[in-house]
């Protein structure tokens, strides 16, 4: 669980986060979006209490980030935004460091490890040295180091960021698999598609503070308007027209095209075929104009 | 908000192997390395051979030309200084990394975000900076002492002396980079501050050279003494300069004015105030007054409650001046007939100030030029020394007063009677003010050790400055410029009135 209440920081005088509140339940992966320098990995260092927060406060798996620091860090996996990571150590004796410093047991350490570096296809990283890996391979690494302790709460700061699209599904899937009742997920990114598949809310956040917070589906609707909808006939459009404005406003139209916005559209598409086929006007295909979260990010951080 | 967890639980054991694990990684990673590899190694196995070649060469050479026939044995230990330094001079290039290296190549974040405490990350990272040097200086002091001569080894005494001042001076040398390390924000800048370690740290080699040459083995348990104080002092600044805060907050090591300014003035700055009545709803021509009652009824009183600690060091400093004064009396006492106050005359007031021209002139100026000086130079040396300095200049002129106390009384006369009319009639004005202002000055210093709590090191400093500022101009002037005033014009006076013919 995360939450946040006013949370603010300020450095000599600049405000780089500005009373954000969320909250992220178990179970839930929120991804907060914003242009760069808008907040996000200041936010993301508050949430892993390596920064206190100059006002508000942050309550991480159970924790308060201020009063319980170290019993909050014990239970966050963070994904720096760089990796981070000791060139002339080897991959394996790497994790082992991180693991132990976690309190890991050797033992519990290496399975996990090998586990993990498996699963990301890189077993062979084990017995290499760092400075030899590509740019995948180190921010792979970097991602097993914020699992390794199994941590209930995963903060992701670009997680995908240099990888090749292999890879960087590979990590997309694995995201996707830890999502569990017990575990929140935060992942920062510039990659709108990825934040669309993986997260089940999205933040955006400009200027330090949350502008816009919600569902893809919700940020969709309440930024771009109701859903736009298509409807392909098998003549002309001259005798549907009618029909589909009795429902929907429409907006744009072709020759055997048209398009309209449905502010319900479990109830307006179905009212509208059944119209349509009452006036023997026969229906090709009705389906939703698809419509970008870049679009939505684009109106937000535009506005 | 949801429910917040109980506490995390302590666990020592896994405290002390987090910190072990940390050690070891940053020593497997220096042994990895090269670049520190051969320089340990050739200091500490081909250095101590350069020195046994010369210290040999020297024998020979004053032997044959001067007959100098000892100067090799006292030339011996001050080889094993430099072995022994030379090698730990490369805990400073471990130590000065040690940070801001790992901030420079970005690997620092991940390590900030394990469940180490900050105390835990600060002795992982100094313990591995200072044991590799440790070891060599060791290795290269023993390796120089089997290649000497045995009858041409220094005895146990003196080596177990030289052992401990490498030791000392090489915890000095890495709590001092530990704490420029943490506190830049690049390698290039801890290496130019690095100067202001070594410097003062070959200096004091040189100075145990000539100690040990003089065969002054005493002083140099003194200079361990004051290296162990100075350890101490930096360490603990260290665990109250680090943090995580600081060490990802901080991207540039800029000087910016307006932000210093800006920060002066908002500690500079107190608030009106004329006896709870709103400043402004008093008559326009008599706003002025409440700046001033704000700053002596309110303003003074919070400096005084900031500086109370700093008001109590100096006050216990105080006493132990009284005591070094009335010690020293008892060591050097002087014949009666030196002090002559039964003869004291106009003249003899004149004659005393031409024969002590240290003295500063017998005027309000010169009086009152002498003791702000003194007291800025207080300010200058307190920020220099965590304040111990600013304390031990207001110790000298006391222990002096103490001193002549002692002698005054037993030359026959009333101690009380001497005070009274030497030192009290300006005193109680000039010791307050020197107190208060020296107890500012203590905080210029100390502040490094332990800032306020909920300020950085900065905040603290400047919040410090201005209090000095404040006190020293509204206080500590108008009251030693009062007392000039009544030492120049009164105390004479007084004194030719109690004493004089």
């Not at chain 1, 892993?48 to 100059?54: F, G, K, N, V, Y």
Request: aromatic residues 10%.
């Amino acid at each position: 669980m995360i939450q946040t209440e006013r949370l603010t920081k300020r450095f000599n005088g600049f405000t780089a986060v500005d009373g954000v509140n969320l909250t992220v339940r178990p179970g839930r992966i929120l991804a907060l979006l914003g242009p760069n320098g808008a907040g996000k990995t200041t936010t993301v260092r508050m949430l892993a209490a390596i920064l206190m927060p100059t006002e508000g406060r942050a309550v991480v798996a159970g924790y308060d980030t201020r009063q319980d620091p170290i019993a909050v860090r014990q239970r966050v996996g963070l994904l720096t935004e760089q990796p981070g990571l000791y060139l002339r150590m080897y991959g394996g004796e790497y994790l082992e460091f991180f693991g132990r410093l976690y309190g890991l047991d050797l033992e519990t350490c290496q399975r996990r490890a090998r586990e993990w570096l498996d699963r990301f296809a890189m077993p062979e990283a084990w017995g290499r040295r760092i400075g030899e890996y590509s740019k995948g391979m180190r921010q792979k690494l970097a991602l097993v180091r914020a699992l390794l302790h199994d941590p209930p709460v995963l903060l992701l700061d670009e997680p995908t960021s240099a990888m090749d699209p292999h890879s960087a599904k590979l990590v997309r899937d694995a995201i996707l698999s830890l999502r569990d009742e017990r575990r929140t997920i935060l992942v920062c990114t510039h990659n709108l598609m990825e934040a669309e598949v993986v997260a089940d809310e999205i933040a955006i956040i400009r200027k330090g503070q949350i502008v816009a917070l919600g569902t893809p589906a919700e940020l969709k609707q309440q930024l771009l308007g109701p859903p736009l909808m298509e409807l392909r006939l098998a003549t002309s459009t001259d005798g549907a027209r009618p029909v589909v404005a009795r429902w929907a406003p429409v907006v744009e139209e072709g020759p055997n095209w048209i398009r309209y916005r449905a502010d319900a559209p479990e109830k307006v598409n179905p009212a509208i075929v059944r119209a349509l086929a009452e006036a023997n006007i026969p229906v090709v295909m009705l389906s939703e104009v698809p419509r970008s979260l870049e679009a939505v990010y684009l109106r937000v951080v535009e506005s | 908000m949801s429910e917040v967890g109980r506490p995390y639980e302590f666990r020592r054991s896994l405290w002390i192997r987090q910190i072990w694990h940390l050690l070891w990684r940053e020593l497997r990673d220096y042994l990895r390395d090269w670049r520190i590899l051969f320089p340990i190694f050739a200091l500490t196995l081909l250095f101590p051979f350069v020195m046994r070649f010369i210290t040999g060469y020297l024998e020979s050479s004053f032997y044959e030309r001067w007959g100098a026939e000892g100067v090799t044995t006292r030339l011996l230990p001050l080889m094993l200084l430099l072995v022994g330094f030379v090698p730990v001079s490369i805990s400073l290039v471990i130590a000065l990394e040690t940070f801001v290296g790992e901030k420079e190549r970005m690997s620092l974040e991940p390590l900030l975000a394990t469940p180490l405490s900050n105390l835990q990350l600060y002795m992982g990272k100094m313990m591995a900076a200072l044991l590799l040097p440790l070891m060599a200086a060791t290795v290269g002091i023993a390796f120089y002492m089997t290649i000497l001569p045995i009858q041409a080894r220094p005895n146990a005494s003196t080596l177990l002396q030289i052992m401990l001042l490498t030791f000392g001076k090489a915890l000095v040398m890495v709590s001092g980079a530990v704490i420029v390390s943490s506190q830049t924000t690049s390698v290039r800048a801890a290496n130019l501050l690095a100067s202001f370690i070594l410097v003062p740290m070959a200096l004091l080699v040189q100075q145990e050279s000539f100690i040990l040459l003089e065969g002054g083995n005493r002083l140099l348990w003194y200079i361990l003494l004051f290296l162990l104080v100075a350890n101490v002092m930096l360490v603990r600044m260290g665990i109250r300069l680090f943090n995580r805060e600081e060490l990802l907050g901080r991207e540039i090591d800029e000087l910016n004015l307006r932000n210093i300014w800006r920060m002066f003035r908002k500690y500079f700055v107190w608030e009106r105030w004329f006896f709870g009545q709103p400043p402004e709803r008093l008559p326009r021509s008599l706003r002025w007054v409440s700046t001033w009652t704000g700053l002596y009824l309110r303003e003074i009183p919070r400096i005084l409650g900031r500086s109370r600690l700093a008001l109590a060091l100096v006050l216990v400093s105080l006493l132990g001046a009284i005591w070094v004064g009335g010690a020293l009396a008892i060591r050097f006492r002087l014949p009666s007939e030196y002090i002559p106050l039964n003869q004291v005359t106009e003249e003899t007031f004149r004659q005393a100030s031409a024969a002590l021209p240290w003295l500063p002139a017998l005027t309000v100026w010169g009086i009152l030029g002498n003791n702000l000086r003194s007291l800025t130079l207080a300010a200058i040396l307190g920020t220099c020394s965590f304040g111990a300095l600013a304390a031990i200049l207001l110790m000298i002129p006391i222990a002096i007063i103490a001193y002549l106390t002692f002698q005054v009384a037993w030359a026959g006369y009333d101690p009380l009677v001497f005070l009274l009319t030497f030192i009290f009639p300006h005193g109680v004005l000039e010791l307050p003010a020197a107190i208060f202002a020296t107890a500012l000055a203590v905080r210029l210093g100390a502040t490094f050790i332990a800032p306020p709590r909920g300020m950085n090191v900065g905040e603290g400093w400047m919040q410090a400055l201005t209090d000095f500022v404040k006190g020293f101009l509204g206080v500590a002037v108008p009251l030693l410029a009062l007392a000039a005033a009544v030492e120049v014009f009164l105390t004479p006076a007084l004194v030719l009135a109690v004493y004089g013919k």
